[in-house]
């Protein structure tokens, strides 16, 4: 959809079309790991929850479970836990 296609459209429809592309590029798994883990987990919860408004559930759950991956706090929101345990 071109920019000017894009503005055509009615504000609401314009923030889910927002979410959509948000989801395009965090709900893909290479970038949700490499972004992701560099987020806090509220920073990334925020990110998911934009998408999770935009109906791109899939694509917020992929974030966070890429996100949670690198999450090496046992304090942190996300954290998994280690792999030695």
């Given at each position: 959809m071109s920019a000017e296609i894009e503005y055509a459209l009615e504000p609401d429809e314009r923030l889910f079309r927002a979410g959509e592309l948000l989801a395009e590029v965090f709900g893909d798994r290479m970038t949700a790991y490499d972004v992701g883990g560099?987020?806090?987990?509220?920073?990334?919860?925020?990110?998911?929850?934009?998408?999770?408004?935009?109906?791109?559930?899939?694509?917020a759950?992929?974030?966070?479970?890429?996100?949670?991956?690198?999450?090496?706090?046992?304090?942190?929101?996300?954290?998994?836990?280690?792999?030695?345990d």
């Amino acid at each position: 959809m071109s920019a000017e296609i894009e503005y055509a459209l009615e504000p609401d429809e314009r923030l889910f079309r927002a979410g959509e592309l948000l989801a395009e590029v965090f709900g893909d798994r290479m970038t949700a790991y490499d972004v992701g883990g560099h987020m806090t987990c509220s920073e990334a919860e925020n990110v998911a929850e934009a998408m999770r408004l935009a109906g791109q559930c899939v694509a917020a759950d992929a974030f966070i479970e890429a996100h949670a991956e690198n999450d090496d706090d046992p304090d942190d929101l996300h954290y998994l836990g280690d792999d030695e345990d």
